[in-house]
């Protein structure tokens, strides 16, 4: 459930997990499309991460630019424990704080050489996202160790030292922990008295989402799942008796995840940004009727 004091905002219930624990399906009833995109905008945008920001190159003779190399990176995702730094901190922060944006902050160290020295050798060595080792927090890692960052040609080397600082998707996509968020909104099917129950529909339904029963079509189980609201049953409705529209309150939610959070993470924090908002929201409104009050009052 999303609650915000002590208010159910909407029924969540969990239907499909990938078995990489990276693609979660929610199936979300009495909601409204305000506030799915609400939740949305929150996992997009608004959850906090860890990512390298700060790039300082010792020594970089390979053939990519320092530039670039401090862009890839950047992108590389990295995942903390919240026992080492406790990401909520910064989530339920109203105003930004030097202090504690220093104190949520990682370092890393990338240091590989090739050891060729034949300038005609066809050796490469190949630096990956592992290569990257944490220097002041034990749990700091890279999501995925395969990435890689920078070829290097006989007699190149890297000597690379990163800072990792928290930050929001709304400030660069490399702080998402999300790769895909979306919802669809559920169908609802109105049958007319004047269908005859011919099954036009039905054999018109490129998903096969309708079914008859009783001499009527009808959408349920998968058909409910898989209806993408086309309407071409509509329109092979030679009666015009078929309608299918969104009924706005129940909804399938899809969220890939690219790793720096698990799913009870970004949940936890989205409760978080909830509440603050709403407080920040009702605070604004109780504002803005004192002020009218006070010059009502002074007339």
């Known amino acids: 459930m999303l609650v915000h004091k002590g208010i159910i905002m909407v029924r969540i ?15 979300i009833e009495d909601g409204d499309v305000h506030i799915m995109n609400a939740i949305r905008r929150a996992m997009l945008s608004e959850t906090v991460t860890l990512a390298i920001h700060d790039v300082y190159i010792n020594q970089n003779t390979s053939v990519m630019p320092d530039e670039v190399l401090a862009q890839r990176l950047g992108l590389i995702p990295l995942r903390i424990d919240s026992s080492e ?7 339920g922060a109203v105003e930004p704080d030097l202090r504690r944006l220093y104190k949520l902050t990682a370092r890393l160290r990338l240091k590989k050489a090739n050891l060729e ?62 790769s895909v968020v979306a919802y669809k909104i559920m169908p609802k099917i109105i049958v007319n008295e004047n269908c005859n129950s011919c099954g036009e529909c039905v054999d018109a339904c490129p998903h096969n989402c309708l079914t008859m029963e009783l001499g009527k079509p009808v959408l349920k ?25 969104p009924n706005n309150k129940d909804f399938i939610f899809r969220i890939k995840l690219v ?37 009502s009052t002074e007339e």
């Open 85 to 91: 730094l406790n990401l909520l901190e910064e989530v």
């Open 13 to 27: 219930t969990l239907i499909h997990k990938s078995k990489d624990g990276l693609y979660f399906e929610f199936f």
């Open 259 to 295: 790793g720096q959070l698990t799913i009870d993470e970004i949940l936890d924090q989205v409760e978080v940004i909830f509440d603050r908002k709403l407080d920040f929201l009702v605070e604004k409104i109780e504002e803005a009727i004192e002020n009218y009050v006070k010059e």
């Open 117 to 178: 020295t034949d300038p005609n050798s066809m050796k490469i060595v190949t630096v990956y996202s592992g290569d990257l080792v944490s220097v002041d927090k034990k749990t700091l890692r890279p999501v995925y160790d395969n990435i890689p960052i920078v070829k290097l040609g006989a007699n190149q080397e890297v000597d690379i030292e990163c800072v990792a600082k928290v930050g929001r998707g709304k400030d660069h996509a490399k702080f998402s922990p999300v």
């Open 221 to 245: 189980g998968l058909g409910l799942y898989d209806c993408d609201l086309c309407r071409i049953c509509v329109r092979h409705c030679p009666e015009k008796a078929l309608e299918i529209e």
